[in-house]
């Protein structure tokens, strides 16, 4: 079964409006991170936006926001005021278990995000 | 702060050669580090799990002799992949978890290969 899905290919968006990208993810782990990361063509994976298990708050960074929903175990990644510079691929992804080393991610499919002018 | 780059950006090689790719922790010590996969238009698929001073763990179905780990220091892991045939091009990519902050890890640039 897929740990990270995430269920949109593809998404475009008007530049300066905001757009959602959707993150489903299973595990059985009571402690476990959730991150979004941004892969432009460059092919560099930059880090947006991190989650804990535990935090009961929505966290924020500057315009990314991750609307997490424990019960549904989704953790979507919400861009305000989209700009040309945030087309790229974005990956959700998530770390089980408490923080350890030797915790691999587990990576989504991804989903293209193309802001239109 | 936080910076993980890798070496070479890009290679081609000849089938049959080997290829050596460093990913250095610059501002930081890794005690852990990753090595990933990723085929174009997929997601990062990850190869093995390499800790500084032992040997890597690799994940199923990655061949061990062929995708050789070496992490000889706190800032230095090498991926060699040996015997490199075209099925083998690919971006390949690192992270490493800074030590006393093991909640998120560090991503390299990555490494284009390609195998003629």
């Known amino acids: 079964a897929q740990k990270i899905t ?24 009571q402690s476990y ?17 991190y ?15 991750l609307n997490f929903q424990k019960a549904r175990k989704s953790a979507n990644l919400v861009i305000s005021a989209s700009q040309l510079g945030d087309s790229a691929m974005y990956f959700c992804a ?24 | 702060g936080a910076v993980v780059s890798q070496h070479p950006s890009r290679v081609i090689c000849k089938s049959g050669t080997s290829v050596k790719i460093e990913c250095r922790s610059l501002d930081f010590q890794a005690t852990t ?40 220091s706190l800032t230095l892991s090498t991926l060699t992949v040996t015997s490199a045939h075209p099925e083998d091009s690919s971006f390949y990519i690192c ?15 990555g490494t284009r290969l390609t195998v003629l």
């Open chain 2, 33 to 72: 580090m990753f090595w990933y996969r990723q085929f174009p238009k997929q997601s990062l698929m990850l190869m093995a799990t390499s800790n500084e001073g032992s040997k890597a763990t690799y994940e199923q179905g990655v061949e061990k002799d062929k995708f050789l780990i070496n992490h000889a």
């Open chain 2, 95 to 109: 992270s490493a978890v800074r030590d006393g902050h093991t909640d998120t890890q560090y991503f390299g640039p």
């Open chain 1, 6 to 29: 995430q269920t949109q290919p593809g998404m475009f968006v008007q530049e300066k409006e905001a757009v959602t990208l959707d993150c489903t993810y299973d595990t059985s782990d």
């Open chain 1, 51 to 65: 989650q804990g298990s535990y935090d009961e708050q929505n966290a924020t960074e500057g315009r990314y926001s």
């Open chain 1, 33 to 49: 991170g959730l991150f979004w990361y941004k892969q432009p063509s460059s092919g560099e994976m930059i880090f947006l936006i």
């Open chain 1, 94 to 117: 998530m770390r089980e278990g408490p923080d350890n080393y030797g915790q691999n991610f587990v990576f989504g499919p991804g989903t293209r995000l193309s802001v239109l002018p």
